[in-house]
């Protein structure tokens, strides 16, 4: 069976091979309630499974009209095996087609989780590639693989074991792949950080001169640049680093325990994650970062953010284009894939997928925000079925535009949006009494209150005022209002990884001292600073 | 029914509410089990270590503390807790500019915890603002439930010695009740929908009932709850057009409207039932009885089990809502005139008219949801008019 019912799947290359009777039954669903899977990540709801002898024996596909359906993607569409494939693959390619941002021979990373939506993507883009099918796709790919299991609380003898069943399948793929620990973000450098210039967004007039020429490249090379791009299999790791230290594993493992709720795990996992995937990109030269987010995935984000307080950066954060971080931007092409499609593509057609656990599995229900909001989107989309679908589409509405028109400020530290804490009449600033319960040293009364809470708490107010030598508080200034919320749950922040605090102390020396020469810079600092950085 | 001495056991903090009711009514809009309510209210244990003696107030220094404020933890003692929350409530009017000197406010009164609370903090700040204060109260015509609720208007308006309307939906709208257009909507196989009747009625109930008594302006009591709820159901229903003129602290009032807004807004549920339990005021407490229909339910949930787990999570969703950034072609048109009425409307008619128009018509559902078949006008589905009803939203039908 195709189900990974256990942690570590006995062996990847019985998945690729299922019987051919369960794939391509005549009638009935693959899928039963009896042997459905439920991967860490995906709960699917039950009830649009019922098989389809359920239904009258003459129903037809919708779409050809001629073959027997064998999957129903929304109420009332049963589609057969072939139109279902024509539309997931449609959808894939009209994603990265319409948004003509991924130019012809482009370099893109794709990240790999070992979910089956990413890895539903990696076989889409490996398909994609081959020879035999229409309208090749042009960009060249790489997949990079985190291991996590060091955040997650793994033996080492899992994580092996992991690593392993990871190799044989980023092998398989035959694209240049690159394993790379979560210990490594503590031997990242500072740059990371930093947004560099990005290049100015391609036209559409940019894009078809780049296929042009991309074409008439191709015509003169003839069919040796073709075969030399498909030699890339099999190559050496490209981890030059080797397995992590000891040192590394347990000062991520010290980093993980100190932090006191699920939410902000998860949350700076995310964030060591992207900086890592980045890193990597960067250094191989990887211009575009595809993620599998599928559309529930994307949902449930969307939903989770503006809970954590992100509500200013949701269309960066579950748009389909990522572009704070400068020079590589993150593409997220399963967006509108929705997991169910997924689920069902992977196992009608036999994607293989790698199940490890996350930090959140098995943790009840009310254990962080991100569970609880799955939970509840997953309950309602049993309830009313175009729930999902709804959060998606406004979603789409969302733009990147700052509101009200406020010019580029400073970014946060470690999600790289523009601050979006004013010391303006917010409702947050005004309100703003979430400090720590024993360092709360102001008092509202009666007389003070009317000039707001202090910002010994480290939300905003007026540099200057009360401002201590505290690192800590100088990592809060440079953190927008979520990262703050998240970093208050963790206790001592020299626990994070020197890369951060480097920068963080970078940045607070260079805001002190365009303070004091401030009166005497003619015109904006910004683009000055801005230039200088790399 | 006799009095209830009630008591809820928190780790954190005791509650003691005094009310006319039934414990189990009570629990739900609580929405604390029943069991916990029906202990006998004892004296106030230490907060944290029993060994030690309770903590002192952090403002005053001289009175023991009686409560932590839910979002800082900050001890403090009856006194100093009802005056912190009233200096903040009065610099949301102040900072905001909400309620200039010599504004006739029409305050909209329902007897609930809300209304109350924001009435009696509007009436203590009055002199201060230079403002005059008027109830409004609002019949809808809810049988067992409005009648109650008016009765404890009526006690807080003779004990407040302000002057109260009321305004019943029977007079306004043509002598459709709530309860008559309950009955009206069932039975179509899917949710009844009072509850988008019921808001947009309502405002404009309350509209009419400000201009009787000549107001000036409009002030409602909702509090960062109902703002974090009407965001997350916002999202949840697709509702960009609300979404993008919602997060503000109120209209100012377009095209002939009132200006209106919520003092309380930043102040969160349990801090107004607190104040409202210190100051020992007598409300209304009861829920709705349409009120499990609504789709606001979902988000309350939701809004709860955040709560749970993330103390913070009410700030953080109005700050996120605060925040969101819409594309142009999501906000709703610029809001014209209703051509029966002449109220503030984004179509031909303004929603009111429209809902009253199907009712009339024996087609109650004519104005919900996508498409609006056979009424006058063009424009596209969904944009939801000016109006703004932050109350139940009905579940939606697809």
Known sequence: MLCCRKLTPPGLLEWCSPSEQDVQGPQRLPLTPGDFCLWSHARLPLSDTEPAEARTGDQKCVKCKEGLPVVVIRAGDAFCRDCFKALYVHKFRAMLGKSRLIFPGEKV??????????????????EGLSRDSAKRLRFVPGVVYIDEGAACGQSPEDRARTLAEVKLALQTTGFPWHAVALEEVFSLPPSALRCSAQEAAGTEGAYKAAVDSFLQQQHALGTNGVERQSQHCAQDPQSPTGPPTTAQTQALSRLFDSVKTL????????????????????????SKVMTGDSCTR???????SLA????????????????????????????????????????????????????????????????????????????????????????????????AGCAAGPRCLLCMCTLDVDTADSATAFGAQTSHLPQMQTPVTQARAAAGPCCCAGMGGAPGCCKREDPRAQVMEQLCYGCRVNMKDLPSLELLP????????????RATAEQEIREYLLGDSEDEAGTGES | MGTWELSAGRPQSLLEVVVLLPASALSRSLDLPAWVLFRRSRPLPPLQDPTMPAPQCASCHKARAALRRPRSGQALCGACFCAAFEAEVLHTVVAGRLLPPGAVVAVGASGGKDSTVLAHVLRELAPRLGISLHLVAVDE????????????????????????????????????????????TAGSGRSRACCTFCGVLRRRALEEGA????????????????????????????????????????????????????????????????????????????ECVYAPEAFRGHARDLLKMLEAARPSAVLDLVHSAERLALAPTARPPPPGACSRCGALASRALCQACALLDGLNRGRPRLAIGKGRRGLDEEGPPREPQPSRPPASEPVPDF
Not at chain 1, 375 to 380: M, P, S
Not at chain 1, 498 to 509: M, V
């Open chain 2, 141 to 184: 015509g809810i049988g067992g439930y409005r009648d109650a609720a008016l009765a404890a208007v009526r006690r807080q308006a003779a004990r407040w010695e302000l002057p109260l309307t009321v305004v019943a939906y029977a007079d306004l709208f043509g002598g459709w009740t709530m309860d008559a257009v309950a009955r009206s």
């Open chain 1, 298 to 304: 994307l949902a449930i984000k969307l939903m989770t």
């Open chain 1, 109 to 126: 990373l794709l990240a790999w989780s070992g979910g089956p939506s990413s890895s539903s993507m990696v076989w889409q883009v490996l």
């Open chain 1, 498 to 509: 020197p890369y951060i605090l480097s920068e963080a102390q970078l940045r607070s020396q």
């Open chain 1, 308 to 403: 954590l307080g992100r509500g200013a950066f949701l269309a960066w954060d579950t748009g389909f284009s990522d572009e704070r971080h400068g020079d590589v931007v993150v593409v997220r092409p399963m967006r509108e894939h929705t997991l169910k499609e997924v689920a069902f593509y992977n196992r009608l057609f036999a994607v293989p997928s790698i199940c490890t656990p996350a930090l959140d599995t098995k943790a009840p229900e009310k254990a962080s925000i991100h569970r609880l909001m799955e939970a509840f989107i997953l309950r309602l989309q049993a309830q009313f079925p175009s729930t999902v679908s709804t959060v998606y589409r406004t979603s789409e509405k969302l733009v990147k535009a700052p509101r």
């Open chain 1, 263 to 286: 939410t902000a795990k998860e949350e700076l996992l995310q964030t060591l994650r992207t900086h890592l995937i980045l890193h990597v990109a960067r250094n191989h030269g990887y």
């Open chain 2, 211 to 286: 201009r009787l008594v000549g107001a000036t302006h409009v002030v409602t009591g909702h509090n960062a709850d109902d703002m974090a709820e009407t965001v997350l159901m916002n999202f949840l229903r697709g509702d960009a057009g609300r979404l993008a003129r919602g997060g503000g602290l109120g209209s100012p009032g377009e095209g002939g409207a009132l200006p209106r807004c919520r003092p309380l807004q930043l102040a969160s549920q349990k801090e107004v039932v607190l104040y409202a339990h210190f100051r020992r005021l007598d409300y209304f407490s009861e």
